[in-house]
T-cell receptor, first 117, second 116 residues
Framework: AQKITQTQPGMFVQEKEAVTLDCTYDTSDPSYGLFWYKQPSSGEMIFLIYQGSYDQQNATEGRYSLNFQKARKSANLVISASQLGDSAMYFC??????????????FGTGTRLKVLA | SQTIHQWPATLVQPVGSPLSLECTVEGTSNPNLYWYRQAAGRGLQLLFYSVGIGQISSEVPQNLSASRPQDRQFILSSKKLLLSDSGFYLCACTPSGGGRWSTEAFFGQGTRLTVV
């Protein structure tokens, strides 16, 4: 079963509008971390925002906010006031423990966002 | 702060040829290291991770192998490449022990491999 599901392969948004990118996750661990990354066409992975499973408040970082609904196991990324430079691939990821005592990061299939002028 | 070096940036290899991709890390000791593959238009698939020298965990059975001969060196290899090995390979690291729950994975610039 998919641990991280991103159901929107592609999204369009008008410049200066807000957009929500969906992410749902599956885990039975009480402790986990959720991350969003941006991947421009250059291929680099840029960390955007983090949400911890025990965090009471939704995370925010500038124009990025995370709509965390723990009971629904969803961690949607909201980008406010979209800019042309926001056009990129966006990945949701979950950090989970391993049997060897370390951590690994599981990624979704991504959402390609195109901002229209 | 940590820096990840990956080379080469792009690579075109014939089917059946060997492969060696190298990843080195600066600015941290005993990091956790990860190899991911991204097929064209797809998500990131975790291939291998390592918590120390000689310690490799494989996530999926495949035509690839990984080695960690030194603390901050992580190598991805294949004896005979397949067409399906084409993709964008990314090396990532976290601090020793994985850091805190809020610690993000830090990525290198990636290697774009095309098998022809």
């Amino acid at each position: 079963a998919q641990k991280i599901t991103q159901t929107q392969p592609g999204m369009f948004v008008q410049e200066k509008e807000a957009v929500t990118l969906d992410c749902t996750y599956d885990t039975s661990d009480p402790s986990y971390g959720l991350f969003w990354y941006k991947q421009p066409s250059s291929g680099e992975m840029i960390f955007l925002i983090y949400q911890g499973s025990y965090d009471q408040q939704n995370a925010t970082e500038g124009r990025y906010s995370l709509n965390f609904q723990k009971a629904r196991k969803s961690a949607n990324l909201v980008i406010s006031a979209s800019q042309l430079g926001d056009s990129a691939m966006y990945f949701c990821a979950m950090r989970e423990g391993t049997t060897s005592g370390t951590y690994k990061y599981i990624f979704g299939t991504g959402t390609r966002l195109k901002v229209l002028a | 702060s940590q820096t990840i070096h990956q080379w080469p940036a792009t690579l075109v290899q014939p089917v059946g040829s060997p492969l060696s991709l190298e990843c080195t890390v600066e600015g941290t000791s005993n990091p956790n290291l990860y190899w991911y593959r991204q097929a064209a238009g797809r998500g990131l698939q975790l291939l291998f991770y390592s918590v120390g020298i000689g310690q490799i965990s494989s996530e999926v059975p495949q035509n690839l192998s990984a080695s960690r001969p030194q603390d901050r060196q992580f190598i991805l290899s294949s004896k005979k490449l397949l067409l399906s090995d084409s993709g964008f390979y990314l090396c990532a690291c976290t601090p020793s022990g994985g850091g805190r729950w809020s610690t993000e994975a830090f990525f290198g610039q990636g290697t774009r491999l095309t098998v022809v």
